[in-house]
């Protein structure tokens, strides 16, 4: 909560920006602003007299005012996402934050909105914590959590509310995104090589590793991977080594409400990997590595 908190500060000394406007980081937007996140699909107004702007560090945007510092509205945007997962996430990131959160009674679900209050411990200081989340027709989610002192529980509710009530949803950019890369396959081929000469006899060392990922229209994926090694010292021989990998399970593409887009590939042995993925003019950037796009020989 402290962080979040200083976070909203921060936001309040930049400078402000237009009546409606896409989501930047670092950047403020006055009460009244309709805040967009095109590739999320969602937007929503500020609430007047209060500022808000996108935090990285909490991965949302914060919502608060000078004259109630201890009050903040937190939204988060998903293109893509069921109300539970959305829940699970959020759970995630207050964790990372340093809350701890214990339930008021039982949460209430009405098929499309999640509602749920905590009592919240963080920095030393106890709340009261407001979670609402909201599935829209095109699939993708909008969770926002107020939090602040006990004795303004009506207050944030009312706030969380009034920003929920403003948000409207629209076919994320995501969708587009993952359409561009069905049917393609990502390819990574690095090599490593190096002499050293010595007393007794020189040596030398090469490798290659080979990366490979398929992604398929019916959301199905195949890795493989193949690394191979070679060392040797004149006069002593060498010896190389081979080693392979693959896996293969289902995948989705799921950008949040600042445009970073994320890909999750759930295997068949239930194992869940998550990638930061991002297009440049080098190639297509997965994780730490950089791969070359091409047509896909494997999707059909």
Request: glycine letters at 12%.
């Amino acid at each position: 909560m402290r962080s979040a908190l200083v976070a909203t500060a921060a936001l309040l000394l930049s400078p402000p920006l237009a009546a409606q406007s896409v989501i930047q980081a670092g950047q403020t937007y006055p009460g009244g602003t309709r805040v967009l996140a095109p590739a999320a699909g969602i937007s929503f107004q500020v609430p007047a007299n209060l500022q808000g702007g996108y935090d990285p560090e909490a991965e949302a945007f914060l919502i608060g005012s000078q004259s109630q510092p201890n009050t903040v509205v937190a939204v988060l945007a998903y293109s893509e996402g069921t109300v539970e997962e959305v829940g699970e996430v959020v759970m995630e990131l207050l964790a990372d934050q340093g809350m701890q959160l214990q339930p008021r009674g039982e949460p209430q679900f009405d098929g499309t909105t999640l509602r749920a209050t905590f009592t919240v411990w963080a920095g030393g200081q106890q709340g009261v914590l407001i979670g609402t989340i909201r599935s829209g027709p095109p699939g993708n989610t909008v969770a926002i959590i107020g939090f602040g002192p006990e004795p303004e529980e009506s207050a944030i509710r009312s706030l969380g509310d009034g920003v929920l009530e403003s948000t409207r949803f629209s076919a994320p950019q995501a969708a587009q995104w993952r359409q561009q890369l069905v049917g393609t396959r990502l390819v990574y081929l690095g090599q490593n090589s190096s002499y050293s000469p010595g007393g007794v006899g020189d040596a030398s060392y090469a490798s290659r590793r080979e990366e490979r990922y398929d992604f398929c229209g019916d959301g199905s994926y195949a890795y493989y991977m193949k690394s191979e090694s070679y060392f040797s010292v004149e006069g002593a021989g060498g010896m190389s080594s081979t080693e392979e990998d693959g896996h293969q399970g289902s995948w989705r593409l799921v950008a949040d409400i600042a445009g970073a887009a994320y890909l999750f590939l759930e295997a068949t042995d239930g194992q869940i990997r998550q990638y930061l993925v991002e297009e440049r003019q080098d190639g297509v950037v997965v994780g730490e590595g950089i791969y070359r796009a091409e047509q896909s020989p494997a999707c059909y």
